[in-house]
């Protein structure tokens, strides 16, 4: 016999609809459709079940978990147990203070340390995690051309106002389109290698 979904209460509506009215993180907003839906009493299980893109189970747990602990038991999320992260607690604080201080130029460095002060080898995509997630940025030169010319580039940008100005005028009337035709990206060569920029002070 399919099992029914009998009246949520007054009390519980209210508390669904409440919560439906804030702001909702994308899992928390589905969970509170479902409920929303069977409190409406208009669809059945399986157009529940299609309405909110979820198995006849789910319907019905997210229904128990509501009429057990309210909204609040509804949205309790446990969380999977995770590995602890390498860089934590006083190696955390150390490891943020030799970055702002700019000790860690290369991801490689931030490796080497790690290695060093927790005896555990962290691959460089995990290094660049621990940085990004501790303020530090990877900074990427402009690759350029290995014959460019500094002097000349300098030169330009200085002499390229005045040039325009003596083509259109100081005060032109109609709007003006500046062209650039970029330079070819062969022979376009990093002269650096990466480093990595010190989170900004707060």
């Known amino acids: 016999m399919a099992r029914s979904l009998p009246k949520l209460g ?20 589905k969970r509170l459709l479902v409920v929303r839906l069977i409190a409406q009493h208009e ?18 747990v997210y229904r128990d978990k509501v009429l057990e602990g309210g909204v609040a038991e509804l949205l309790k999320r446990d969380k999977a147990p995770g590995n602890l992260p ?4 006083a190696v ?33 995509s995990g290094v660049r995690k621990v940085l990004h997630r501790l303020g530090g940025k990877l900074k990427v030169p402009r690759k350029s051309h290995v014959k460019k010319d500094p002097a000349k ?10 040039k325009l100005e003596a ?13 650039v035709l970029d330079e070819h990206r062969y022979g376009l060569l990093c002269q650096r290698p990466p480093v990595i920029d010190p989170p900004s002070a707060v």
């Open 167 to 179: 083509l259109v005028g100081p005060m032109p009337r109609q709007p003006v389109r500046l062209w």
């Open 10 to 29: 007054e009390e519980v509506v209210a508390e669904i609809e409440a919560a439906w009215a804030k702001p909702q993180e994308e899992w928390a907003r």
């Open 92 to 124: 955390r604080e150390e490891f943020v203070k030799r970055l702002e201080a700019g000790q860690f130029r290369q991801a490689k460095d931030a490796q080497a340390w790690i290695k060093k002060r927790t005896r555990k080898t962290l691959t460089e």
């Open 43 to 60: 669809l059945t299980v399986a157009q529940i079940m299609k309405v909110a893109d979820v198995c006849r189970q789910t319907v019905f």
């Open 86 to 89: 390498a860089v934590r607690g």
């Open 153 to 162: 580039a300098e030169a330009f940008k200085a002499e390229l106002p005045a």
